[in-house]
């Protein structure tokens, strides 16, 4: 167990108790420079990763399949991720550490995800991306099958997809596979595929999504499924549909930040409703609610 | 914190005690006389919003995004909401005061909901409408996306949306926005599309709902979606569909009430659904019931 | 209070601790000679429709509208009710009894049901029927405003709706009203479109179901949704659709039984889902399971 | 009582602290020769018997109705399955031991589920199966209604539904029933029809299930239900459909394998959400998750 990032023996709740000095872990990126509380920082960020882990669970992004990572914030070669373990179970303890070949960086470890390469492919290819995911949800599914509608934005939530959200399909270059994406060559051709886009749909399976943030690409996750929705039954209403403009998803880029108090309202209120309220990390600039405290 | 209306450091549960004076909060208008008993007749109303806001989070008319808010009862130039916070996490002191520019009435404001506008133009263009919701339940969204199909009542709950229901695009006096109401203009040209209807659907966006008092909006924002939804899956059974008739619209609000038993049952079981029932203030005509009590 | 069935007094748990002479509820019918102990098997009815009320609720047939009620086993020309209250928070001490006009046999009576017509009507209409549920639940409601398409079984546990399911528009004989069935003629008509059958649909808002007991047309109106859904689903699929012929249809009603264990099966599931196992009175032949005491 | 597997008036807390030799369930087969342990592994597998039952309640695929069976694992001939109860409510205590007739192989047995012929006559036509289940779930139910449009994998958690789900017509051969297979020459009518496929739809009633394990049949019918909803989707988009390749389902079933980290990963967590991680065995290899525990 001496591969695991966090201290195995301890309780959740306790390691909760040592984020005594709340530092916002959305500031977080690769560029940032190393300073002496590193290690809160980090462990600050491992938190962040189970409650992205517990969110994308709860709102039904991922079931016992489909994970989340993030760069590692002092390496950029390296990316965080839970070992093989359903979302919905991931504690600080699962936590690996894997380099951009997705092999992990330690030598005991334990059962790893097969599709941790569609992570480090990705990771490899956009320096930009700070966080990645890897789903299943069901209502993204229909787009990847019928390619005659594409999806689209047509809710301003769902404008973090942009203007194009290719689909994948594995069996155009590896032919009859298990459409696992389960080597460097197949999740590189995945990432080729998604481009300098956020989605890219993956045809019969899910979905890969990239963000500059944990929080960002959680947003992105969640409201996926809820624009592909909103489309299929405007679609069922007939008539002309009317899609985000290019410059309404420029607009909404602009003026979005993994910093701002919209931002972290969507993130506190996952995190509640996931049970995990408790282990929010409090930014000095807000006040958190823990909704199991006032309750 | 001194911005804030209920006692900061007091616990919900002591807060509630407090309501010891059971009066009706549905009788409260912006003409009501002014009487000694003012506070608790003001706190009643700032429980009701709690109320309403947990309601609308567990009936899952808003998520992370969305609010409802209250005209003074003292000062029709005033209006209450909550902070910048997902309303399934708002209590009594996450109240602020607001006036009809959307700016707070006090100098210590927290962070603000960007949207708060779109209450303040509502209730600057509408002296009638005591309370107001805006909020993005999905079901609602297809309407303003295929705008071919009119949003109309088929199902006699939906008979408070009336016989018209307006779509606003914001593209069409603003261009390429990023989609949210974030200034005077934007609101009172929603205001002025919505007319004297009760609501308006935003194009891609969601809907704002206005009326007489907060259990009103709040009914009329839970049922919206369940006549969307019915509209939607009428229609694939294909044929005509049979609407609401004028006369049945006008006759359903005839015989509506906010202080009637029927409009208090709803409230009462919303309350319950949304595990807040302990909060509600029982008007001296009803035995209502706290389902966490004799559970 | 006194008007009330129960002792007011008393809690739940208590109440319940007095059936201790388990009789199937079941077995009650009209003709029923009155037996020594008829207080118990009265009790245990009020208790079977307690537990009618919270699974209507928890499967989501009646929200804070809709009500069930059941003959009175002792005089036909009465039936027992909940008070004006959502089905999801009626206990024992909130049944009251009224006639076949609609009217509480007791003096002191709480707030009524508006449309408690619709029961009286169909129980002065029907010897043959002990139970009556009128509800709004969401996936009947397309089939009374798309009347072109005929809610008909095609699933084995739909069956109990019959060869027809006949649509009541209350506009064809009282014009423009609130919908609402809120006097005896508006109720005799609806139970006289009713005519033989199981269920009636009611345009624009909601459907009346009768059976020969409570735990028939609690079956009967959790799987008319059901059926509904798979029906606008497999018209979604196109094609022909394989309807359940007369002959099934016939088949499944000689072999239906209330006092079957297969139907029992079923009440003391939903029973455990609406939160109320321990309310269950367990007939002599079952070794009932209450699902809160072995986990 | 004493034709029940397991010790009656033991409770299943205190039973679940017997599995202190944990044993891999998944391992079991016909053919495994019996070893000293053989009561340890017994009641593991009855163990397992009992959490399926209960993530099959959980995911919906059963509701009071359903029922899913394990072969015996000491001899072919008998099988395992639930006495008549709601799958969620099914304890160890609740197991019978049934012949390939479908007949009690113990005298005082209590009552059985009417279709257990459905788990007998597949048993008995196919030795390689291992486990069954028979259900309603209901978005498979359009297909056995619309007939035009076939079942078939189209996303790659679907696979294991094979290339071919025929559909089975209980009046082809037995006219006007009531649609319940309760005698072996229907249930042998069923089986053949399944012949040597994975699933059979059964018109207006439900599916038939068959795999070589009880984590593969409850996975099989767990995605079916997806696969439905995620190809009635992709025919609403419109356009031509890419379903999985015959070489794609080759390769699916060929790298699957029960006793993998991946299917193990998804018992986990749909035990865990079933409420009874509690109950898992724990395998050699793995290091399980009980969510009860670190929450």
New interface residues.
Partial sequence: MSSFLAVPGM??EQQTMRFHNPINPFTLTAATPSVVRTMDRFDALIQDLVIANRILAREEVV???GHVSVRHPDNPNRFLIAR???P??V?PEDIVELDLEGQPVRDES??LY?ERFIHAAIFAARPDVMAVVHA?A??T?????????KLRP????G?FIGTEVPVW?I?DKF??????VTNMAQASDLAKCLGGNTVALM???GFAAAAGSLIEVVRLSVYLP?NA??????????????Y??R??I???N??YSSYS??TW??W???A??A?CGHLLTRPAD??A?D?SR??
């Fill in positions: 309780a959740l079931d016992a399949y093989s373990l359903a919905e179970l504690g334990p059962s097969l299943h069901e209502d599914l229909p787009f990847g099958i019928a390619q005659q509608t047509v809710i301003h939530s404008s399909d069996a032919g009859d596979t298990n459409l696992l045809r019969g399976h809820r929705r909103a489309l299929i039954r405007a679609r069922q209403l007939g008539g002309e549909i009317t985000l403009s410059g309404e420029d607009a909404r602009r003026g108090v919209e309202r969507a506190e209120y996952w509640n409703r049970g807000h006040t609610k909704a006032d309750r």
